[in-house]
């Protein structure tokens, strides 16, 4: 179980820049309609397989579709996104609001970089630029409930998943008695901070998390996580962060 999120350290890791992404011609806050991914990239844009390839701190440039935004902080933006092919999160992007307030569901953008890794999580580093370009897709959620004991769940990290018929296990408050969540991962929190609760496949327990800067306490999961029972069976979607292991970053619960 991590100790905490890496949003946990955003007031500490932001700096003030206060560059634009550039370009960009879809200025609404409305979710386009998905297009399907474009598999061609342009011209000195790595395809997914050599972004994987290449090793930390190289220089990266990579064509995505935004997935999801955890966070803008002064000038500084925090994104899933995906391809054809996997899934990117970009770690502190230079980013106006104007321009962050774009970054619907879906938008297709350019990001230029470097790349990085913390406790496990490979992203793109702090201070990558972004260029919103032409072009809509928003990423199914895949599967991956038959992966969460093998190594082969770490081919989807940072992309969209689903995790399905799980039980909800007990977690431990501060006083040992047993709750279906908590706030922060020790039950040391508050409401409005991150939501931590234990599920089961009825053989391995597995440590999911609600981001607070990605989906606050008044979005639905928020609420639907806090309402959750023991016992409860439930159908996740979410992305799948990592912090020394799998740590995936919940938006959305549905009980069965």
Same mark, same amino acid.
């Given at each position: ?32 309609? *998905? ?35 955890? *966070? ?94 799980? *039980? ?21 929190? *508050? ?66």
């Amino acid at each position: 179980m991590k100790n905490m999120t890496r949003a946990g350290f955003l007031a500490l890791a932001l700096t003030l820049t206060l560059s634009a992404c550039g370009g960009g011609s879809n200025a609404g806050g409305t979710t386009p309609a *998905s297009s399907g991914p474009d598999t061609e990239k342009g011209e000195g844009v790595m395809t997914y397989a050599e972004y994987t390839a290449a090793k930390v701190d190289d220089p990266v440039v990579i064509e995505a579709y935004v997935q999801g935004k955890q *966070s803008w902080w002064e000038g500084a933006a925090s994104i899933y996104a995906q391809d054809a092919d996997g899934g990117y999160f970009i770690y502190n992007a230079q980013c106006s609001e104007e321009d962050y307030a774009k970054l619907v569901d879906g938008q297709k953008i350019k990001v230029t970089g470097y790349k990085a890794e913390w406790s496990g999580e490979v992203e793109i580093a702090e201070g990558a630029t972004i260029e919103i370009e032409e072009g809509n897709y928003v990423a199914p959620a895949v599967d991956v409930t038959d992966k969460l004991s093998t190594d082969e769940l770490i081919n989807f990290q940072n992309q969209k998943v689903a995790f399905k018929g799980l *039980s909800v296990a007990p977690s431990k408050d501060p006083d040992g008695k047993e709750v279906a969540y908590l706030y922060n991962w020790d039950g040391s929190g *508050s409401e409005g901070d991150d939501l931590y609760f234990n599920v089961t496949d009825g053989t391995n327990t597995y440590s999911f998390t609600v981001e607070s800067y990605l989906t606050d306490k008044d979005s639905d999961v928020y609420k639907a996580v806090q309402g959750l029972q023991l016992g409860d069976t439930v159908d996740m979607e979410g992305f799948l962060y990592w912090y020394e292991g799998a740590n995936p970053h919940i938006t959305s619960v549905t009980v069965k």
